[in-house]
């Protein structure tokens, strides 16, 4: 599977490159970043610290996208949006791992999904992803006696919070119950806040540090708590998950899926 990488000179990128080059079936076609970077013409496997591999970072997407199988995108919103119109155009399979993505943006990826295979996620790790179909079903077996709150912690560089995986988990928390998760989360709190309302479902976001990926999800009842935990310990298990998905992906219909269906756990 010919899979092309956006964002390929960043730290993601290059992880993918890696993964993409050691796994079976797969092969890195090339890499888009943005007109001006200072990566463009580079190989990706000397970027990704692997040896020259004969894919290069280029700045036009169209040139790309014509002569591939597939593209992996952790990159910005504006950018997924943009590239996955073209990967409809293009009919093929987009994996996307950017978060911070609005209600418009998820709107036109949902419509992008009618001609193009795509597989979203909040967060590609398989581990999490476990963790989000545990959450959901925790979730439904204890009643509103039990407080749920979404902890999570990333390194300094990242800009938006909470995180798409806090977020994803918080989702799986509110399916379980059966209720919205936007009528009922509660992000941050500062000041006389006042008893917590019973049902919510609370955030809470720290930055700092080198820290790839933190997130707790506690119930927390009166005389006893349920802590769920995942760590990231390395970028190598968002790009795994992201070729598994691409080759769950290649071959079947034009849709919008999630990592729930790659790991086949939507009962």
């Not at 999904?113 to 959450?135: E, Q």
């Not at 760590?231 to 919008?256: I, T």
Request: proline share 4%; glycine share 14%; charged share 20%.
């Amino acid at each position: 599977m010919k899979l092309a990488i956006a964002g390929a000179g960043g730290r993601m990128g290059r992880a993918l490159a890696r993964i993409i080059h050691q796994t079976e079936g797969c092969e890195v076609a090339g890499g888009l970043e943005a007109p001006g970077s200072p990566h463009i013409g580079a190989d990706l496997g000397e970027l990704a610290g692997i040896g020259p591999i004969g894919a290069t970072v280029n700045d036009d997407p169209l040139a790309l996208i014509t002569h591939i199988d597939g593209i992996v995108d952790f990159t910005a919103p504006a950018a997924s949006v943009a590239l996955v119109e073209l990967s409809a155009q293009a009919r093929i399979v987009h994996v996307i791992g950017t978060t911070g993505l609005s209600p418009d943006d998820d709107t036109k990826i949902l419509a992008a999904a009618r001609h193009a295979t795509i597989v979203k996620s909040g967060n590609m790790s398989l581990g999490v992803n476990v963790l989000a179909a545990v959450v959901r079903k925790v979730a439904a077996a204890l009643d509103e006696s039990f407080d749920i709150e979404i902890v999570e912690m990333h390194h300094r560089h990242k800009i938006d919070a909470p995180s798409g995986t806090a977020l994803l988990l918080g989702q799986a928390a509110a399916d379980g119950r059966g209720v919205s998760l936007a009528e009922c989360s509660v992000r941050g709190r500062d000041g006389i806040t006042g008893p917590r309302p019973k049902g919510t479902i609370g955030f809470a976001s720290l930055r700092g540090g080198s820290v790839i990926g933190e997130h707790s999800v506690i119930f927390a009842g009166d005389a006893e708590r349920i802590e769920l935990a995942h760590r990231a310990e390395s970028r190598d298990v968002f790009a795994q998950g992201a070729v598994k998905a691409a080759l769950w992906a290649k071959g079947r219909k034009p849709g919008l899926y999630s990592m729930i269906d790659v790991l086949g756990l939507t009962n």
